[in-house]
């Protein structure tokens, strides 16, 4: 089995698990007292916030050892992260504000945890765009791999931006030093989504590496 | 105790808005597979 139809499998079983997790979230998860069913946000929205952050981690490291070894699988799988990484990024930016309007009041805030996040999503649609304006792909690649590592370095930022700045974004309740503050019941739920989003960040991104083989094969032929 | 907030429709919203962007982008790489 080609890599393209592993990835299209992947992805398909990914997407029939999310729909377990619909499920799951909405019909067998108590509701919060104090947020209301607003709070089931959180189920969708931290797994992608994490990928969104894990894929950019993956652009940069792919992007280090692109520079040093100029591997073309490592470009590759460092492009298709970024664009995988930009719809999972699109996802936190749609459902952030979605949960903060009740919560917060506010659609949008510019603390330091929402505007970082808004970076990394530009800095995901400059890297993809970087890829494309430039001619050379080899000159493209390094381009694009100089910017990857620079997002890299956001990600730590990110996500102790909550610590360093006074903001209206909660501190984490899960990724945190101490153990989880979060009930049983909500706690496995909100692993199992963490879980079917790490199978469709691997599917999307085994498509997405298996399509640029193909057009660098059609190029080439 | 306080009542729970009735605010059902902003997580509804936020559950169809993830389903369309994953739908949408997993029909994108197929379509681009299939273009070929």
Known sequence: MSLLHKGRWLTLVGLALLAGVYMRALAFTPVERLQGPAQKIYYLHVPAAIWAEMAMVLVGLASVFYLFLKDPRLDRFAAASAEVGTVFAAIVLTTGPLWGKPIWGTWWTWDARLTSTLLLFFLYIGYLLLRDAVRDPALGARYAAVLGICGMFLVPFIHLSVYLFRTLHPQPIVLKPSAPSLPGSMLETWLFSLGVFTLLYVGFVSQRYALSLLREHEDHA | ?36
């Open chain 2, 1 to 36: 105790m306080p009542e729970v907030p009735h605010n059902a429709g902003y997580m509804a919203a936020a559950y169809i808005v993830t389903a369309v962007i994953l739908l949408g982008y997993a029909f994108s790489l197929y379509r681009r597979s299939t273009r070929r």
